[in-house]
């Protein structure tokens, strides 16, 4: 029952706070409901930045590999911090000086209308059918265990889910339909520092419990007994090969940090690029240390189970349930549960941006008032949260490891988007037909891959899938560079300063972000084996 009252209790809290740092806020307008007035700055980017990012696909996901691999997976960490930095170099100042809501946006600049709409329709069906369903899946999952709803209500453990999916869901729908972006940012920064204390405290108690009341005993014991659990450097048939770090595994994080619209609508958002920046640098630094929260607990559970628990994933919860004292089981299920709603509420406002302006303006009412667009966009993203709701309960028919499985479809989509945003920016005359070529091959390639992996030849006979993207995203370039050659657009592209937000850049981004690189390198090579 305290657990029960903590958790209620905290949960409020958010919402009391957010709904108070949120009234004045004009949602009237696009900018306003969208971007949140373009008011962020660079604390509250960097936190709903990460918080979007964590959730417990992640948390539960990656700590299960971690169990059965140890730290090399830890490359989905780590190197984010490499393309967050990319980002906030490259592709953040254009952004800006673009004055976008969407990326798309910037694709029907640099293109067209239907190479716009293609990619607002790609991202919206990955959202709905992949994304939200997965999130909600697996947070229904936690919040259900951790709390034994099926015991409290006396119901099966499949109904018991769909409760749970349907809570998750409505709850998350609220936050992200009536309250706009800046709703989703202020929550998200205040449950970002209570997952941060919440996640480091498994660690903590976890380490404690190995180690006869000592952290650094703990530690000590933990590397001396699993020494195996700690090279950074995974062989080919791991789930993250070490040559994979250098072909998809980077594309993979540039296309989520740099061009993903519900990471980079936080950036999109910055008062200024200075705020932008710092924001980005901020998240990339403590992204390094995402591993304490989303690997090392997977290892400890390893150690102290001794490996011999039915599934994998569930080596964080057995976790958190064998170390974590009871008083703080409910605040620890609210800050999970935030974690749950901030990806749930943050992809769903993202979709509701990029139908509102990308796809109910453009083609069912280019007259309408800017308050019409965000009521339309309100209205679909309520269809679009009751899609994945009841999508979401099937996914325990899925397969096992959902955090390598998201990864692997998601390549359907992210290769060819990445491909295009990149050619469009670094090039001035490939021409619109180029990128819609470019889609239709990426996702057309990709889904072959995947039906002969899958339903013919077996996953042994093929290249892993990280492989793959890169080799995609290559032949996609060359695609659009002979296109480019045949047929090239007769005006150049210019890139237009909106002056939306001042674009100064923060004079220290270039050394603070070379050194979180150099950091990310000088991690590899001392777990290197």
Known sequence: MVGILSFVGFTLLVAIIAYLAT?????????GYFLGGRSLTAGVIAGSVLLTNLSTEQIVGLNGQAFSEGILVMAWETLAAIAIVITALFLLPRYLKGGLTTVPQF???RFDKGTKTLVSALFLSGYMI???????????????????????LNVSSSTALWLTVWGIGIIGSIYAIFGGLKAVAVSDTINAIGLLIGGLLIPVFGLMAIGDGGIINGLETLVDANPEKFNSIGGPDASVPFSTIFTGMM??????WGTNQAIIQRA?????LREGQKGLMLAAFIKILGPIIVVLPGIIAWHMFQGDLENADQAYPALVNAVLPPVLTGFFAAVLFGAILSSFNSALNSSVTL???DIYKQ???????????????????????????LIAPFIANAPQGLFGYLQEVNGSYSIPILTIVIVGYLTKRIPAIAAKVAIFSGVGFYLIYLGLKYFVVGEDALPHYLHVMAILFVLNVIIMFVIGKWKPRIEPFILDYTRQVDIQPWKLVKPVGLGIV???????AYFAQ
């Open 130 to 152: 992949i994304f939200l369903p997965i999130v909600l899946y697996s947070g229904a999952l936690a919040i259900s265990t951790m709390f034994g709803i099926p015991e409290m």
């Open 23 to 31: 009234r004045k806020t004009d949602e009237s307008t696009s900018d």
């Open 363 to 389: 083609y069912f009412n280019p007259e309408a008032s800017e308050a019409k667009v965000v009521k339309q966009g309100k209205r679909f993203g309520i269809f679009l949260a009751i899609g994945a709701m």
């Open 355 to 357: 139908f509102g302006i």
């Open 268 to 272: 999109l958002a910055a008062k200024n």
């Open 518 to 524: 150099v950091l990310v390198v000088f991690i590899y």
């Open 251 to 256: 594309l993979v994080q540039l296309f989520y």
């Open 107 to 109: 694709l029907e600049k």
